[in-house]
């Protein structure tokens, strides 16, 4: 019988899960504002009290839910150390909206003779719209995440999931960990010993503040001494204000404009469904058991409300839920999170945050829950299922160095799609086989693992169904796709090098499938012994 005494709203441990969730939440909106106002020349005014304050929403709406779930769940299981959902902006499709939607359409705008500031404008609506369509693509697929779940095994959500962690969670923040490494290094191995180590501290101050504190004033003292890391500057002050994310018609005018990117845009509300059915196994196996299709109708209401009132990047639930269990986290981080992000895109002072606080501080608590989470997809899988989760882990690296490769100040674009379509004479070229399997790669993790699951159980038929399943979706770009932007397309639109390499992968699919269809036609080997089956 439950216990009938009240439940606290906050632990201790809730001080870790909230500086964690906020620095992971401050990081993404760092990296927003970089990429329009830094890269594609955005005017800051527009992303800091236009964009900024219903993306804030969005994360106060999301949070505020799973909290209530959490609490639910612990009145429902008598248990003290429910742990709740963290949510968060995602970071692979923040940074594609940032760099493929947003930054382009802004240019593009500007070619069309408009103004900077209504070129600005004009995206900005694209960027609500965008994430109208994402939200009612989540809410429509929301109702079929426990059917997904039960048919997928625990080894292909986890691997997929894992292989994201150590790839976007681990490698890609820990390089901008080390571009101040004093700074970067001091705070990562601090954070290390609380959280991993457990060591003790000399002062009663929760240990991801402490980490911060410290970095945060190394960084600061190295620079004003001369001796920091190159490029060292003070930001300039942001002012407080009070910016309300009213709701707002805006974005029916950019609703034509999501036209040519819904190939970027359903992928993208894709890949958030299939991400929320994983951290919801993730969950489950951490021992706190959410309805996936309740995880997944929260994230898509909170992406919803942050399109409706002026957001331009998605809510997700993000896969560190174990490693804010094991931070002592329990239901007030989720609360706090919420709060301190939603008022403060409102007040301005996230927008002050994410220039004031350095990367290298930033990042290294990303870098652990990347780690956690790599860790958890082995620990709570079937120990003979390990192959299949590592092997889902080999999608991941490639769309690291999609991200990488992609970047137009490492490799101008012409020079781009000169490697792409570049003819090696020794089958495709290396560009395009990389792009190609990193895009989709949380799918292709999942039908790969999946696949290699049913082997290893000796159910060699459902593993050529889940082949032919990677088979159609390859064909129309919801993995494989050969559009270097990771777009879906009809495959009989597809001309040249594009065409050959779709047809190719879906070719490589049914192959397989086929042989192990015949494969399976075998006797046992228990008759072939003349042993009972």
Request: aromatic share 10%.
């Given at each position: 019988m439950p216990p009938s005494h009240p439940r606290r709203w906050f632990v201790a441990g809730d001080l870790n899960g909230f500086f964690g969730l906020v620095v992971d939440n401050l990081s993404i909106l760092g990296f927003i504002a970089a990429a329009l106002v830094g890269i594609f020349g955005f005017p800051a005014e527009v992303v800091f009290a236009r964009m900024f304050p219903g993306t804030a929403l969005g994360v106060l709406v999301g949070n505020l839910i799973y909290t209530a779930m959490a609490r639910r769940l612990a009145a429902r299981s008598g248990r003290d150390d429910v742990t709740a959902m963290p949510l968060g902006l995602d970071a692979p499709t923040s940074i594609g909206m940032a760099l493929l939607v947003l930054g382009p359409a802004f240019v593009a705008y500007k070619a069309e003779g408009m103004d900077p500031q209504a070129a600005a404008l004009a995206?900005?609506?694209?960027?609500?719209?965008?994430?109208?369509?994402?939200?009612?693509?989540?809410?429509?697929?929301?109702?079929?995440?426990?059917?997904?779940?039960?048919?997928?095994?625990?080894?292909a959500l986890l691997g997929s999931i894992g292989g994201a962690a150590l790839a976007l969670l681990g490698f890609l923040p820990l390089i901008e960990t080390l571009r101040s490494p004093v700074v970067g290094f001091v705070t990562f191995g601090l954070l290390l010993y609380v959280l991993v180590a457990k060591g003790r501290l000399p002062v009663r101050l929760p240990g991801v503040l402490l980490a911060f504190i410290v970095g945060t004033a190394l960084y600061y003292g190295l620079g004003l001494a001369g001796v920091g890391a190159p490029g060292f500057k003070v930001p300039e002050p942001v002012p407080l204000r009070l910016t309300w994310p009213w709701p707002t018609l805006g974005f029916v005018d950019g609703l034509a404009d999501t036209v040519p990117y819904l190939p970027l845009l359903l992928p993208f509300g894709l890949l958030m469904v299939?991400?929320?059915?994983?951290?919801?196994?993730?969950?489950?196996?951490?021992?706190?058991?959410?309805?996936?299709?309740?995880v997944l109708l929260a994230e898509a209401v909170s992406t919803l409300v942050a399109g409706f009132c002026g957001g331009v990047a998605q809510t997700t639930p993000y896969i560190g839920?174990?490693?804010?269990?094991?931070?002592?986290?329990?239901?007030?981080?989720?609360?706090?999170?919420?709060?301190?992000?939603?008022?403060?895109?409102?007040?301005?002072?996230?927008?002050?945050?994410?220039?004031?606080?350095?990367?290298?501080v930033l990042a290294p608590i990303i870098v652990y829950v990347g780690m956690d989470i790599t860790l958890q997809a082995f620990h709570d899988s079937p120990r003979r299922h390990a192959p299949?989760?590592?092997?889902?882990?080999?999608?991941?690296?490639?769309?690291?160095?999609?991200?990488?490769l992609g970047n137009?100040?490492?490799?101008?674009?012409?020079?781009?799609?000169?490697?792409?379509?570049?003819?090696?004479?020794?089958?495709?070229?290396?560009?395009?086989?990389?792009?190609?399997?990193?895009?989709?790669?949380?799918?292709?993790?999942?039908?790969?693992?999946?696949?290699?699951?049913?082997?290893?159980?000796?159910?060699?038929?459902?593993?050529?169904?889940?082949?032919?399943?990677?088979?159609?979706l390859t064909?129309?770009?919801?993995?494989?796709?050969?559009?270097?932007?990771?777009?879906?397309?009809l495959p009989w639109t597809l001309q040249g090098l594009p065409r050959t390499i779709a047809w190719q992968f879906a070719g490589a699919y049914v192959a397989l499938a086929a042989l192990l269809t015949l494969l399976s036609l075998q006797r046992p080997a228990s008759a072939i012994d003349g042993r009972a089956p």
């Amino acid at each position: 019988m439950p216990p009938s005494h009240p439940r606290r709203w906050f632990v201790a441990g809730d001080l870790n899960g909230f500086f964690g969730l906020v620095v992971d939440n401050l990081s993404i909106l760092g990296f927003i504002a970089a990429a329009l106002v830094g890269i594609f020349g955005f005017p800051a005014e527009v992303v800091f009290a236009r964009m900024f304050p219903g993306t804030a929403l969005g994360v106060l709406v999301g949070n505020l839910i799973y909290t209530a779930m959490a609490r639910r769940l612990a009145a429902r299981s008598g248990r003290d150390d429910v742990t709740a959902m963290p949510l968060g902006l995602d970071a692979p499709t923040s940074i594609g909206m940032a760099l493929l939607v947003l930054g382009p359409a802004f240019v593009a705008y500007k070619a069309e003779g408009m103004d900077p500031q209504a070129a600005a404008l004009a995206t900005w609506k694209l960027g609500m719209a965008s994430l109208v369509v994402m939200g009612t693509l989540k809410l429509v697929l929301s109702f079929f995440g426990d059917a997904i779940t039960r048919a997928v095994p625990r080894a292909a959500l986890l691997g997929s999931i894992g292989g994201a962690a150590l790839a976007l969670l681990g490698f890609l923040p820990l390089i901008e960990t080390l571009r101040s490494p004093v700074v970067g290094f001091v705070t990562f191995g601090l954070l290390l010993y609380v959280l991993v180590a457990k060591g003790r501290l000399p002062v009663r101050l929760p240990g991801v503040l402490l980490a911060f504190i410290v970095g945060t004033a190394l960084y600061y003292g190295l620079g004003l001494a001369g001796v920091g890391a190159p490029g060292f500057k003070v930001p300039e002050p942001v002012p407080l204000r009070l910016t309300w994310p009213w709701p707002t018609l805006g974005f029916v005018d950019g609703l034509a404009d999501t036209v040519p990117y819904l190939p970027l845009l359903l992928p993208f509300g894709l890949l958030m469904v299939v991400g929320g059915i994983n951290v919801s196994e993730s969950a489950r196996a951490a021992g706190d058991d959410y309805r996936t299709r309740d995880v997944l109708l929260a994230e898509a209401v909170s992406t919803l409300v942050a399109g409706f009132c002026g957001g331009v990047a998605q809510t997700t639930p993000y896969i560190g839920q174990p490693a804010y269990k094991h931070m002592g986290a329990r239901q007030g981080y989720t609360l706090l999170t919420g709060l301190f992000i939603g008022l403060g895109g409102m007040l301005g002072y996230v927008s002050g945050l994410v220039q004031w606080l350095p990367v290298a501080v930033l990042a290294p608590i990303i870098v652990y829950v990347g780690m956690d989470i790599t860790l958890q997809a082995f620990h709570d899988s079937p120990r003979r299922h390990a192959p299949a989760v590592a092997l889902a882990f080999l999608p991941s690296i490639a769309y690291l160095l999609v991200i990488k490769l992609g970047n137009p100040a490492w490799i101008e674009p012409a020079r781009f799609a000169a490697l792409y379509n570049g003819v090696e004479g020794h089958g495709l070229p290396d560009l395009a086989t990389i792009v190609t399997l990193g895009n989709g790669f949380i799918i292709t993790a999942m039908i790969w693992s999946s696949a290699l699951v049913a082997m290893i159980e000796q159910r060699y038929r459902r593993a050529a169904l889940a082949l032919l399943v990677g088979a159609a979706l390859t064909l129309f770009g919801f993995i494989h796709s050969v559009d270097p932007r990771g777009g879906v397309y009809l495959p009989w639109t597809l001309q040249g090098l594009p065409r050959t390499i779709a047809w190719q992968f879906a070719g490589a699919y049914v192959a397989l499938a086929a042989l192990l269809t015949l494969l399976s036609l075998q006797r046992p080997a228990s008759a072939i012994d003349g042993r009972a089956p």
